[in-house]
Structures are given as C-alpha cells and as structure tokens.
C-alpha cells in the first residue's frame, strides 16, 4: 500500500510538472479573415471608390474605407493575398469596412 501510495505521488508530480513546462501559444494573434483585395474601385457614385476587397466565404466585394492605412495605390500589382482584421463601417449605408490590421500573405 505505501509503495503505491508513493508511486502514486511520483507520477502525479510528474504530471504535474510536464504541465506546467508546456506553453500555450499565443492567442489572437492569428488574423480574423483570409481576403484578396483586387483593385481600386473607379465608379463614380455615392458609395463608390476605394480599394476592393472580397473576404474569404463571400462572392461580392467591398470597399475598405481607410484605404491611405493600406499602402497600396491604384498602380500596385493586383491581386493581393492579405490577411485582415475589419470592422463593418457603420458610418454611411455603403457597406464598406474598416480594416484595422493587416499582412500580405
């Protein structure tokens, strides 16, 4: 009964430990969506102009509504693989988005 008692002990200290060695990666630092921006948006309308962009799991696109944040202008090559982080623009019913973070992939 005591030898198992401390064989017992052993191993949950064993446990224990490897627990405690072991990291979790960092969380949020992956990016909220896949997205291809495809060009610049040249129509002249109310709602019209800016960057392009179609997020993963959509098929029309939208328009980025801080594109000076971006980096890229009307004579980049395009399309461009990005990873982003957007919030809908509330601001006009145009359905833009507010990119708040982004990469190229």
Same mark, same amino acid.
């Given at each position: #009964?005591?030898?198992?008692?401390? $064989?017992?002990?052993?191993? #949950?200290?064993?446990? $224990? #430990?490897?627990?405690? &060695?072991?990291?979790?990666?960092? #969380?949020?630092?992956? /990016?909220?969506?896949?997205?291809?921006?495809? &060009? /610049?948006?040249? @129509?002249?309308? %109310?709602?019209? &102009? !800016?960057?392009?962009?179609?997020?993963? &799991?959509?098929?029309? $696109?939208?328009?980025? !509504?801080?594109?000076?944040?971006? !980096?890229?202008?009307?004579?980049?090559? /395009?399309? +461009?693989? +990005?990873? %982003?982080?957007?919030?809908?623009? @509330?601001?006009? !019913?145009?359905?833009?988005?507010? +990119?708040?973070? $982004?990469?190229?992939?």
């Amino acid at each position: #009964m005591k030898k198992t008692t401390i $064989f017992l002990a052993i191993i #949950m200290t064993l446990v $224990f #430990m490897i627990g405690l &060695g072991c990291k979790k990666s960092e #969380m949020g630092s992956g /990016y909220m969506t896949d997205a291809t921006i495809i &060009g /610049y948006d040249t @129509r002249l309308c %109310v709602c019209c &102009g !800016g960057l392009q962009i179609v997020l993963a &799991g959509e098929s029309q $696109f939208r328009l980025i !509504g801080n594109t000076a944040s971006i !980096g890229l202008t009307e004579t980049s090559n /395009y399309p +461009v693989a +990005v990873e %982003v982080d957007w919030t809908e623009d @509330r601001t006009n !019913g145009c359905n833009h988005i507010i +990119v708040t973070r $982004f990469r190229r992939k």
